[in-house]
C-alpha cells in the first residue's frame, strides 16, 4: 500500500478483555516497530522485528503483550487481560533494514481506551 | 531513561518568527532524526542528520548536530500556523530501534 496502515483507529474495552491490534506495513519493508505513545509523553518502544530474524521483544512491558508478524507483512500486537494503564496510543512503523537506522514510516496509530 | 530530551517542552510564537527546538542525548549515536507529530497520532518523518553531518537543510528546516556535546537542534524558519505540532528527535545507534525524546510541542499564533 501506499503508507502503513493500522486498525481499528480506536478501540474501547473492558478492563481484562483481550485486545489485538493490527498494523500493515509498507510493501517491501522488512523491519517493523512497535511503540506506545501515552497522553502528552514520547514514544515508548515495544518490539522490533526484521526479516525472518527472532524479534526484539526487549519493549514490552509485561507477558500480557505479545506480538506476532506472519509472512514478514502485517504484524498483530495482542494484549491479554487489559489493564486501565494499558490506555495510549499504539504506533506502528516500517523501514527499509539498514545497520545504522533508517526513517521509520508511522501508521496513524491506535487509540486503546481501557475502562 | 530517554536517550534523546528536547528542550523546551512548549513553544509559542508568532507566524514568521523561527523556532528553534534542542535536542540533548547521552551515548554514541550513528544518526539522528527529527520527526513531527500532529493531534498525537502518526509522526511524519522530517531529517536525518549522520554523526558525521555537523549542518543538514530541508526546505525551511535546518538541523545541526555537535555530537562532542551529543546535541542537536532543529530550526523551523519563517514558521507558519501550520507548523503547530509536537516535535520529537530520535536518535539511531542501531536498527533495531530509535529512541525518542519526549517532545517540544510548538504553538504557531497567527
Known amino acids: 500500500g501506499a503508507g502503513v496502515s493500522q486498525s481499528p483507529s480506536n478501540k474501547v474495552t473492558e478492563k481484562g478483555k483481550d485486545v489485538e491490534l493490527r498494523c500493515d506495513p509498507i510493501?517491501?519493508?522488512?523491519?517493523l516497530y512497535w511503540y506506545r505513545q501515552s497522553l502528552g509523553q514520547g514514544l515508548e518502544f515495544l518490539i522490533y522485528f526484521q526479516g525472518n530474524s527472532a524479534p526484539d521483544k526487549s519493549g514490552l512491558p509485561s507477558d500480557r503483550f505479545s506480538a506476532e508478524r506472519t509472512g514478514g507483512s502485517v504484524s498483530t500486537l495482542t494484549i491479554q487481560r487489559t489493564q486501565q494503564e494499558d490506555s495510549a496510543v499504539y504506533l506502528c512503523?516500517?523501514?527499509?533494514?539498514?545497520?545504522?537506522?533508517?526513517?521509520?514510516?508511522f501508521g496513524p496509530g491506535t487509540r486503546l481506551t481501557v475502562l | 531513561s530517554q536517550q534523546g530530551e528536547e528542550d523546551p517542552q512548549a513553544l509559542s510564537i508568532q507566524e514568521g518568527e523561527n523556532a528553534t527546538m534542542n535536542c540533548s542525548y547521552k551515548?554514541?549515536?550513528?544518526?539522528l532524526q527529527w520527526y513531527r507529530q500532529n493531534s498525537g497520532r502518526g509522526l511524519v518523518h522530517l531529517i536525518l542528520i549522520r554523526s558525521n553531518e555537523r549542518e543538514k537543510h530541508s526546505g525551511r528546516l535546518r538541523v545541526t548536530l555537535d555530537t562532542s556535546k551529543k546535541s542537536s537542534s532543529l530550526l523551523i524558519t519563517a514558521s507558519r500556523a501550520a507548523d503547530t505540532a509536537s516535535y520529537f528527535c530520535a536518535t539511531g545507534k542501531s536498527a533495531r530501534q530509535l529512541t525518542f525524546g519526549s517532545g517540544t510541542q510548538l504553538t504557531v499564533l497567527p
Open positions: 510493501s517491501g519493508h522488512t523491519a
Open positions: 512503523a516500517s523501514s527499509l533494514p539498514g545497520l545504522a537506522g533508517n526513517e521509520q514510516f
Open positions: 551515548t554514541s549515536i550513528n544518526n
